[in-house]
């Protein structure tokens, strides 16, 4: 099966972005992860992704005055690198209609909480007021809803007694480096090529 031609989002550090970028050094690995992109010009992730010989662009959002002109500029760059599919990680920008509709069950992301309990932001500071014994991480689809489309996969992990948002977020994000990967796989498998 030809690998689907993956193009990841970011924003910041970009670990999730890298644990895609190790898993798809196996030739068996049924997606390459062929450029990421960012919003922010310093984020950390594009040095790991320059180090790799993986194809970086930035397109600020700064320097656009509404988020369509940004999400047009994004989405003609996305669609010149001939992508199957699009993985968030990390990429803290809300999406228009303009790319959810050209990437409709293409575009995943990665949240950290079991949705749909904790869509949004502080998702461990929440899990940890609420008392919740049982949090973790979700790959899904990406659609209007923000953090509301169909579920891929999960991870659980259980809170501890003297957790704190640092270590709950620390053990999840554990979790999100082994779950990001086999989400991608199996969307990748079940993806139509399109070139
Ligand atoms: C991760 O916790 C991810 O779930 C969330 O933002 C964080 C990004 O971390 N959407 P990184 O940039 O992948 O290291």
Redesign the pocket.
């Not at 968030?88 to 803290?92: N, P, R, S």
């Not at 992301?109 to 950290?112: C, F, Q, R, V």
């Given at each position: 099966m030809k690998r689907k031609r993956v193009g990841v989002l970011?924003?910041?550090?970009?670990?999730?972005?890298?644990?895609l970028v190790e898993a798809a050094r196996d030739p068996a690995y049924p997606a390459e992860i062929v450029c990421v992109d960012s919003n922010k010009p310093d984020?950390?992730?594009l040095k790991f992704a320059q180090g790799r010989n993986i194809s970086t662009h930035v397109i600020d959002h700064k320097n656009y005055k509404t988020r369509e002109a940004f999400d047009a500029a994004l989405n003609d760059y996305l669609q010149s690198q001939k992508l199957d599919l699009i993985a968030?990680?990390?990429?803290?920008r809300v999406v228009t209609s303009l790319l959810l509709e050209s990437w409709a069950g293409k575009m995943i992301?990665?949240?950290?909480s079991l949705l749909p309990l904790y869509k949004g932001t502080h998702t461990h500071e929440r899990a940890l007021a609420d008392g919740a014994r049982i949090h973790g991480?979700s790959v899904h689809f990406v659609t209007a809803e923000l953090d509301g489309g169909p579920v891929i996969a999960q991870a659980e992990i259980p809170v501890l007694p003297d957790d704190t948002p640092e270590t709950l977020?620390a053990r999840?994000?554990v979790e999100?480096h082994k779950l990001y990967p086999k989400a991608l796989a199996m969307v990748a498998r079940q993806t139509p090529s399109t070139l």
């Open positions: 970011i924003s910041g550090r970009g670990s999730n972005m890298a644990a984020a950390a992730g968030c990680a990390g990429f803290m992301n990665i949240h950290p991480c977020s999840v994000l999100e």
